[in-house]
Nanobody
Framework: QVQLVESGGGLVQAGGSLRLSCAAS????????MGWYRQAPGKQRELVAA???????TYADSMKGRFTISRDNAENTVYLQMNSLKPEDTAVYYC?????????????WGQGTQVTVSS
């Protein structure tokens, strides 16, 4: 099992910045990638950004150039730096970890942290 604890959400004005953190604990040896998803009211959960254990990153097109994902392997923590925030970035942001054990994929989720961007 992997436990994920997120922090860093809040209320910010349009154009502002926030940094989200997600600390992993438990069976962290099984984690192959970590990332962030978000879900706005009435919408499906969508990928924001992900980073593999080797450091390869993936971003949703609308976040490229504004958001940066990074990880501290020593602290088992992944970060999401969000700049130039827009009201449409308002959502609950969820940390995700992908673990592989005996060839089976497991997805782990944090409890979510609210990000609200005011216009």
């Amino acid at each position: 099992q992997v436990q994920l604890v997120e922090s860093g959400g809040g209320l910010v004005q349009a154009g502002g910045s926030l940094r989200l953190s997600c600390a992993a604990s438990g069976s962290i040896f099984s984690i192959t990638a970590m990332g962030w998803y978000r879900q706005a009211p009435g919408k499906q959960r969508e990928l924001v950004a992900a980073i593999t254990s080797g450091g390869t990153t993936t971003y949703a097109d609308s976040m490229k150039g504004r958001f940066t994902i990074s990880r501290d392997n020593a602290e088992n923590t992944v970060y999401l730096q969000m700049n130039s925030l827009k009201p449409e970035d308002t959502a609950v942001y969820y940390c995700n970890a992908v673990g592989i054990r005996v060839g089976v994929r497991y997805d782990y989720w944090g409890q979510g942290t609210q990000v609200t961007v005011s216009s």
